[in-house]
C-alpha cells in the first residue's frame, strides 16, 4: 500500500519568513496530493491539492510543487503570519484503491 | 459550500454507557467517512459509506457502530468503549468514493472514563 513520509515534524520560522513542508509517497499509482491545515480543538481544513498532471500551483501565499519522477511534493509558505500556526498533514489518493493516505504531520508554528 | 457539520462537539461518557456521534452534509456527497485521530497523528480511517452501504470498515472493534440512514447523514453508535478509545472522531464527505476532494467535519471531541 501507498506510503507517506513527511519532514519536518516541527517548524518554526519568523513571521514574514517562508516555510517549506516536504513529502514523499511511495506508490506510483497516486495521481492526487492534497494539502490540510488543522488547528487545535478543530478539524483538517483542505488548503490547497494537486493533480499528478500538474507540476505546480499557487493560491495566494501558499504553493505547492509536485515531482512526480522523484515521487515528491512540497508546500511552500511565502509571508508568514501567525495565523498560519497550525499542523500540516500532506496526503496522496490512489485512485485504484480509493484511499488517502496521510503523512505523520508538521507542526507549524510562527513567531512574532 | 463546503461544509460538514458534526454533533456533539464534546462527548463524555463512562464505559457502561451508549451514545452516538452525528454527522450531517448538504452537498449532494455520497462518501461519507469516519475516522479517528489521536493527539499529534493523522487521522486514521475507520469505516467508508458509499451510496449509503459500507464499503471499508478498517476491521474497527464492534464496539463502533456505524449507520448510513441517509445519503446526507452518518452516525457512530459507541458502546461498552474503553479509555484508549478517547479521541477525536472526524467526519469526512466527498462527491462518491474514487473522486479526490475530501472535506472534514470539525470533529466530536471524545473521553471515555
Known amino acids: 500500500g501507498e506510503n507517506v513520509e513527511q519532514h519536518p515534524s516541527t517548524l518554526s520560522v519568523q513571521e514574514g519568513d517562508s516555510a517549506v513542508i516536504k513529502c514523499t509517497y511511495s506508490?506510483?499509482?497516486?495521481?492526487?496530493f492534497p494539502w490540510y491545515k488543522q488547528e487545535l480543538g478543530k478539524g483538517p481544513q483542505l488548503i490547497i491539492d494537486?493533480?499528478?498532471?500538474?507540476g505546480e500551483k499557487k493560491d495566494q501565499r501558499i504553493a505547492v510543487t509536485l515531482n512526480k519522477t522523484a515521487k515528491h511534493f512540497s508546500l511552500h509558505i511565502t509571508e508568514t503570519q501567525p495565523e498560519d500556526s497550525a499542523v500540516y498533514f500532506c496526503a496522496a489518493f490512489t485512485g485504484t484503491a480509493s484511499k488517502l493516505t496521510f503523512g505523520t504531520g508538521t507542526r507549524l508554528q510562527v513567531t512574532l | 459550500d463546503t461544509e460538514v457539520t458534526q454533533t456533539p462537539k464534546h462527548l463524555v461518557m463512562g464505559m457502561t454507557n451508549k451514545k452516538s456521534l452525528k454527522c450531517e452534509q448538504h452537498?449532494?456527497?455520497?462518501?461519507m467517512y469516519w475516522y479517528k485521530q489521536k493527539a499529534k497523528k493523522p487521522p486514521e480511517l475507520m469505516f467508508v459509506y458509499s451510496y449509503e452501504k459500507l464499503s471499508i470498515n478498517e476491521s474497527v472493534p464492534s464496539r463502533f457502530s456505524p449507520e448510513c440512514p441517509n445519503s446526507s447523514l452518518l452516525n457512530l453508535h459507541l458502546h461498552a468503549l474503553q479509555p484508549e478509545d478517547s479521541a477525536l472522531y472526524l467526519c469526512a464527505s466527498k462527491i462518491r468514493d474514487n473522486q479526490e476532494t475530501q472535506y472534514f467535519g470539525p470533529g466530536t471531541r471524545l473521553l471515555v472514563l
Open positions: 452537498m449532494g456527497h455520497r462518501a
Open positions: 494537486i493533480r499528478s498532471n500538474v
Open positions: 506508490d506510483s499509482a497516486s495521481n492526487y
